[in-house]
């Protein structure tokens, strides 16, 4: 069957503090993959996408970034996290019929 | 620019029917969708539509103007758990990136 893992459910980091957040897609090659940002009370936000191993696009200027090391596996990252980086952070799969969301991280950064 | 605007709450009572409006710019068009996103947790498939007209599932039904840029998503027989925050989401011309609106929170009132 094809699932969609993302890890941890949340997570509480100080500022200036590393981050990594890993996605791993199953029962499927070549997936198109995403990661979107939902601060509170907002929407979702788009912060990169992949369409295939090391392809990487970025939609928004920030010290955040991401890596596709495997064809299954998308990673979010940051060096030194601030508090505005705080949220819930969704892996997406791109299927024809839409996204199938990861089960989200919260992000708190204090 | 691109836009997509849905009101922010809505409330309504338990056997009801309540419509949630959405009316979207893009440059180009291949496909709005619905989700449904209960506190805390991932959004969840609902609802596609690429050509005009309405598409029935269930409880719930989508509706698709493009010359107007405006869908709607029905849910009738409220119940309890339908209480959640709407997303409507539109997937632009010859990109792999949705926007997303910033939801409508729905209150289910017994």
């Known amino acids: 069957s094809q699932t969609i893992h993302q890890w941890p459910a949340t997570l509480v980091q100080p500022v200036g503090s590393p981050l990594s957040l890993e996605c791993t897609v199953e029962g499927t090659s070549n997936p198109n993959l995403y990661w979107y940002r939902q601060a509170a009370g907002r929407g979702l936000q788009l912060l990169f996408y992949s369409v295939g191993i090391g392809q990487i696009s970025s939609e928004v200027p920030q010290n955040l970034s991401a890596s596709r090391p495997q064809d299954r596996q998308f990673i979010l990252s940051s060096k030194k996290l601030l508090l505005s980086d705080s949220g819930f952070y969704l892996c997406?799969?791109?299927?024809?019929?839409?996204?199938?969301f990861g089960s989200g991280t919260r992000l708190t950064v204090v | 620019g691109q836009n997509i605007d849905q009101p922010t709450e809505m409330t309504a009572t338990e056997g009801a029917i309540v419509q949630i409006n959405c009316t979207y710019q893009t440059s180009g068009f291949n496909g709005l969708f619905w989700y449904q996103q209960h506190a805390g947790e991932a959004p969840t498939f609902l609802s596609y539509?690429?050509?005009?007209g309405l598409e029935e599932k269930g409880r719930f039904s989508s509706f698709l103007s493009r010359s107007k840029g405006y869908s709607y998503l029905l849910l009738k027989e409220l119940q309890m758990k339908d209480s959640a925050s709407y997303l409507c989401a539109v997937r632009g011309g010859g990109t792999y990136k949705y926007i997303f609106g910033t939801g409508t929170r729905l209150k289910v009132l017994a």
């Open positions: 539509n690429v050509l005009d």
């Open positions: 997406a799969w791109w299927r024809d019929s839409g996204y199938t």
